[in-house]
């Protein structure tokens, strides 16, 4: 039998989620979320970091990546400028700036509200993160973040070596100092996640998990619903498509366009539990380090071009045993408790792609996260809820149209018409 939804979300993940939550506050709107549950749900492979400016200047990834450029690439002088490119840390366009604080700033009401209205915890703990510097080169680029955000000034920190040691004792005596970013705390990803859904559950939204959406419904240009492997037909006014690294075939079934999205692998370790070390989070031209409310020791991670494989390999696994040690030496005595992979959603310049898309109508994108879902999610569903009621949107997001890049139509295998 079919089923009928004012809104269908594609993709139960945080910004699945956070989309079901901020619609589940409409009371006359009727909404369903689809999730298939695949390995490599990138929710689960996340810090939980909501590293606004940390993010926005490229320290948020985990594995920076001075250590593998090649001597020819390095600095020759004191004086030249920092040279960038993808494989390299750098500062993403103001737009994002705008997107991931607007997100940041709304995280201590949404933990209250989902805390006193639905008795979920997801966590938020303002730590600040700080960069943490061992050699001329991380100074470099520390000073190159600096130029580039005077607007921000407020918000960042120069510690030297004491303050550094006072701030975090067990930081290794190799370390310089820090750059730290004061507004830039943490949450539990997965307890996140669980929030919003269960927000969502309590206001009446309908989830509908293992389930797979195997086409997408026309009639004409508008896209009317789903078909489902197990659940049958969903008919719908409006389609999100929150897929995460999936997101590409459902964009493809409903719009002809297939958008530029693919899997980001990252590996992660978390350690067994230990008593408080550190104070704040840490990132480092190695690896990032933070340390959960329970004491556990998350340490990530890896940026892998590897399609759809979630398998934990022992050299990348190594390297981030490697930099955690380097920066907290205590860590060598700590017993891992678990490693594994999932897959960011990444797009071509590193922004998500929100919206509609030209030509289609009953369609939106909410999609494209790379590794700042979990940051950016707050602001993603109160957007996505404001495109689905035609309402003005608290910023604009022209620079996050999927429009912005080059895709030529496709022919669509599951472009289905109206059963």
Same mark, same amino acid.
């Given at each position: ?14 910004? =699945? ?40 200047? =490229? ?16 600095? !020759? ?59 001329? !080169? ?76 195997? =086409? ?156 700042? =879902? ?46």
């Amino acid at each position: 039998m079919s089923k009928f939804y004012d809104v269908i979300i594609a993709g139960g993940g945080v910004i =699945g989620a956070s989309c079901a939550y901020q619609l589940s506050k409409r009371k006359d709107l009727k909404v369903a979320v689809i999730d298939a549950k695949r390995p490599g749900n990138a929710t689960r492979a996340s810090a939980g970091g909501l590293w606004a400016i940390g993010e926005s200047v =490229g320290l948020g990834c985990g594995v920076i990546f001075f250590r593998m450029m090649s001597a020819s690439r390095k600095r !020759e002088t004191q004086g030249a400028a920092v040279a960038v490119d993808a494989s390299t840390p750098h500062i993403l366009p103001e737009s994002f700036f705008d997107f991931a604080l607007q997100s940041n700033a709304l995280y201590p009401a949404l933990h209250r509200e989902l805390k006193d209205n639905h008795g979920m915890d997801f966590k938020f703990e303002k730590t600040g993160l700080k960069f943490v510097i061992y050699d001329d !080169e991380d100074r470099l680029y520390a000073e190159h973040i600096v130029s580039c955000i005077p607007h921000l000034a407020d918000q960042v920190r120069w510690l030297d070596q004491a303050e550094l040691r006072e701030s975090e004792p067990s930081v290794s005596h190799e370390a310089r100092g820090a750059l730290e970013f004061l507004c830039d705390h943490q949450v539990s990803p997965f307890r996140l996640a669980d929030a919003y859904a269960e927000g969502a559950r309590q206001n009446g939204v309908d989830f509908y998990v293992n389930t797979n959406v195997t =086409g997408v419904l026309h009639h004409g240009s508008r896209v009317t619903g789903v078909q489902t492997a197990e659940q049958g037909v969903f008919h719908c006014k409006t389609l999100i498509n929150a897929s995460g690294a999936w997101a590409a075939d459902l964009s493809e079934w409903a719009t002809g366009i297939r958008i530029p999205v693919k899997p980001v692998k990252g590996q992660i370790l978390l350690t067994e539990r230990m008593p408080k070390i550190l104070n704040g989070c840490l990132t480092t031209s190695d690896c990032y380090v933070a340390q959960k409310d329970n004491g556990e020791i998350l340490i990530g991670s890896t940026t892998e071009d590897k399609g759809f494989d979630v398998t934990t390999t022992y050299p990348e696994i190594a390297g981030l045993v490697q930099g955690a040690v380097r920066c907290l030496p205590e860590l060598k005595d700590v017993n891992l408790k678990r490693t594994w992979a999932g897959l960011r959603p990444g797009s071509p310049d590193e922004l998500p792609i929100l919206g509609p898309m030209r030509g289609v109508e009953g369609y939106l994108n909410a999609c494209g996260h790379f590794r700042t =879902g979990i940051l950016t999610s707050a602001i993603t569903g109160v957007l996505l809820d404001k495109l689905v009621n035609d309402e003005p949107l608290p910023l604009d997001i022209t620079p996050f149209l999927a429009d912005r890049f080059e895709v030529a139509p496709v022919e669509a295998e599951r472009m289905l018409e109206p059963a």
